[in-house]
């Protein structure tokens, strides 16, 4: 009896719910109509949604765009050779971007020397000797000083960094490697070596996070083997891990590079900004940012102006290509596990 | 015989020096890498401090030559251009994560956003200032306060997609498929279930990015370009903590040299408690629930 009665009851509700008109309309159907359709709610949704992410090719799009639009002049006077020449004289309505080119790469190029050796020593002790309870604190201290703002760090490099260099590294380097001629002339504290140690010190985090990253993604099992091998632990770190890991260290080196190549405040208060080529480490120097930051907002004269935003887009082609390389680089090595924001 | 035994001694005695040698290298390098950051901690609390007083929060510069006066101006303005910044920046990236993480998972389309953004991420923010200068400001023919806080809005949106994504990621496939189950819309279900459970992630990777570009000068010469006194419209030129810092260091001045001083160590202290208190209230949960 039951049976059949439920059968019967499931029935009038298909009914009814088909039925549509006559007899009354079913619960869920009044509910579901009463609210109306989600797909376009949906459909809308998503596509802002998506607009919101192809905002990032928008920016890249908008920010190439105004820099060859803002160059144009200058690209049109001067063409190719803006790049391989070294005077840049305002007054007369020379410019070269040498100069620049040469500091931006030698001050990077020293950083790099300085902060590479640095923050591979410290992934490799962090990774595989740090005590377990000292990890998490000194891997957060390394990441302050990423926190810290670039104008932070030039006006410590000022106040203590320039004295520092002027009154005994200097002296000191000049004393014992004097006879390299990287070290001669007049040593005022600020100049080439003095921007690159502060650079290396704001590079550094970045290398070694990407470093400890691609380390830890090194399967624990390479480790093991090593060891079982007789190895020792340095051994094992450089047979085991370092090169296994050694792609995506490169990538992070790279990445550090681009930082360098860009960054701004920093080096501009501490490099002297003259635009000239010397060999020695202590004489000023100058770089494509700094120019920038010094003297864009009292250019003079359209072709100034344009001058100066094509060394901005020569930093931008730089600084994206260099990027893309780092990035495909420690992709390479860190694909599968989920990605972090550097 | 006794020379392979010989040969064997030296060979271990090399490698077990080697490894002691790597070792106290690897314990140097740490040490020297902290030894900056201790150094900066140190000068920035022992200069600041002693610079730091009540005029410094309430005065605005006086001029050369007067001793005292404060970064007032300088204080507001930051707090005006970093809100515009926000506005533009914290929306527009959270939308773009929710399309990666919900909507794009898999797709070449999101895997250009993604590479796009930390290649954008790594682009100095310099460049980031004339193009901004080229398209606003040389416009509007005047420097202001809102260009600046584009600028940095722009800054922040590579960052704010990138932590969106990761944080939704880690939302369980079930929760999502419950809600859908009960019959919630696709994007009521992603407001309110996907975003609500990883909010506290999101709001942290937000604070992130703020602090980032809280302490951004290059972009902002250019287009803020910094004031000497009191302005609270947008569209005029517009004071902000970095770029004071950066005109008083450079500046011949002792007096300026100690405001520049008690600048920083403001700054920082914004950045580290706006940072640390937000991941502390995160890890505790107590923003789960909000929206």
Known sequence: MQPQGMVSSADAAASALEAGDG???????????????????????????????????????????????GSSASIHEFGFAFFRTETWDPVSGEFGAWPFIYGTLVSSLLALLMAVPLAIGVAVFLTEMCPRPLRGPISFLTELLAAIPSVVYGLWAVFVLVPLMRDHIGPFLLKTLGWTGFFGGYNMGIGMLTASIILAIMILPIISSITREVMTAVPISQREAALALGATRWEMVRIGVLRNARIGIVGGVILGLGRALGETMAVTMVIGNSPQIAKSLFAPGYTLASVIANEFSEATGDLYLSALMEIGLALFLVTILVNALARLLVWAVTRGAPARVA | MRDSIKTGRVRSAWRWSANHVFTLLAVGSTVLVLAPLVAIFIYLLYKGASSLNWAFFTQIPKPVGESGGGMANAIVGSGIILAIASAIGIPIGIAGGVYLSEYGRGRMLANAVRFTADVLNGVPSIVMGISVYA???????????????????????????????EMLLTVPSAIREAALGLGVPAWRAVVSVSLKTASPGIITGCMLAFARVAGETAPLLFTAFGNAFWSTNPNQPMAALPLQIYVYAISPYDDWHRLAWAGALVLIAMIMVSVSLVRYVASRGILKGAS
């Open chain 1, 23 to 69: 007899g009354s309309p079913s619960l869920i159907r009044t509910f579901l109509q009463g609210r109306g359709s989600s797909a376009v709610a949906d459909g809308t949704f998503r596509n802002l949604m998506m607009l919101c992410s192809l905002s990032i090719f928008a920016i890249v799009a908008f920010i190439a765009w105004e820099l060859v639009k």
């Open chain 2, 135 to 165: 398209l606003i400001v040389l416009k509007a023919k005047h420097f202001s306060g809102y260009s600046g806080g584009v600028a940095l809005g722009i800054m922040m949106i590579p960052t704010v997609i990138r932590t969106t994504e």
